[in-house]
């Protein structure tokens, strides 16, 4: 197994065809084609299949794709690191933020680290963490902040706590069960929820088994962002269940209303989620430092605003 030969496949993957891949690699589609069946050959399994639409990959070759991309970006990281020995700070650096974070942390914390360092490249993802996990699990994504998913591999992702945030079930201004008082009153009602693929049983168990109450799985719709979550909950007046602070920040303040149920959720945990046993690069160090510090400045203050943001929130840090 050579490193051309992962580039190939990675290259290949990202066009969904050879002659793409040979394109963005700057080589023939002779070479890419070689090196992709010498892969194959020293690997003794089957990776591509070809079709005149393009390629797509067995089993044997997805695996082996997921782990080409975390090589080449951990070949990128040492890069990025020798650069800096050589004193140039330069490389690319992309974070998963979760929504509530970049309504209200995020731009001082970008404006930051743009100061401290404006010759990375950043690329900010915004998405829940069903979205984040997989680019973190491939290596594309340096860290995410947000919380892992119910049923995540502690073998495989760390999280550093950073703080606790308050949780609600919520409904849209003027809704008809605006003033329901338990989960049980909001059964007979449409649910728009994120969740990750494995991790909806977790889910449902948390917000209505343990409460004695048992919801038809058909009402529940899974949102993979928050503007999609939103409009639900606006527009086809279905209930949510999402992070208290969303009532109090624009544009939603206002908009949603935390409901006040009898049954109680505990505070969910934020933090900084990583590839467990994988050393943050210098620029995603100096990241999270420019975060810190922008929330701990905002915990301090005594503006209103703040006042309200940290009702819900509790720092650990």
Not at 182 to 197: G, K, Q, R, T
Not at 221 to 248: D, G, K, Y
Not at 299 to 307: E, F, G, V, Y
Request: charged share 25%.
């Amino acid at each position: 197994m050579k490193l051309h030969q992962l580039e190939a496949l990675v290259a290949s993957a990202e066009a969904g065809s050879i002659r793409g891949a040979a394109r963005a690699l700057g080589l023939s589609q002779a070479a890419v084609t070689r090196a992709l069946r010498e892969l194959e050959a020293s690997e003794r399994l089957p990776l591509l299949i070809r079709a005149p639409e393009g390629i797509t990959f067995t089993e044997h070759g997805k695996v082996l794709l997921t782990h080409a991309r975390l090589v080449l970006n951990q070949l990128e990281h040492a890069h990025s690191d020798l650069e800096r020995l050589r004193g140039r700070v330069e490389g690319n650096l992309m974070v998963g933020v979760t929504p509530w974070i970049t309504l209200t942390f995020l731009a001082e914390t970008v404006r930051l680290f743009r100061e401290r360092m404006p010759d990375i490249r950043l690329e900010l993802v915004e998405g829940l963490m069903a979205v984040a996990q997989p680019l973190l699990r491939e290596g594309s994504m340096d860290f995410a902040v947000g919380q892992l998913q119910p049923g995540a591999s502690t073998q495989e992702f760390a999280c550093e706590p950073v703080l606790t945030y308050e949780s609600s079930v919520m409904v849209r201004e003027g809704h008809p069960k605006a003033r329901a008082r338990s989960i049980h009153e909001l059964l007979e009602e449409d649910w728009v929820l994120n969740f990750a693929p494995d991790g909806e049983a977790d889910l449902v168990e948390y917000l209505f088994t343990r409460h004695g109450a048992r919801i038809d799985p058909r009402r529940i719709v899974r949102a993979q962002s928050v503007a999609t979550l939103q409009t639900m909950v606006e527009q086809a007046s279905m209930c949510t269940w999402s992070p208290t602070i969303l009532s109090h920040v624009p544009p939603y303040g206002g908009r949603l209303r935390p409901l006040a149920l009898c049954e109680t959720f505990e505070p969910r945990q934020l933090g900084i989620v990583t590839r467990r046993n994988t050393p943050l690069s210098r620029a995603a160090l100096a990241f999270v430092d420019c975060l810190l510090q922008v929330i701990r400045r905002h915990a301090r203050s005594a503006k209103k605003d703040d006042l309200a943001l940290f009702r819900t929130l509790k720092l650990l840090i």
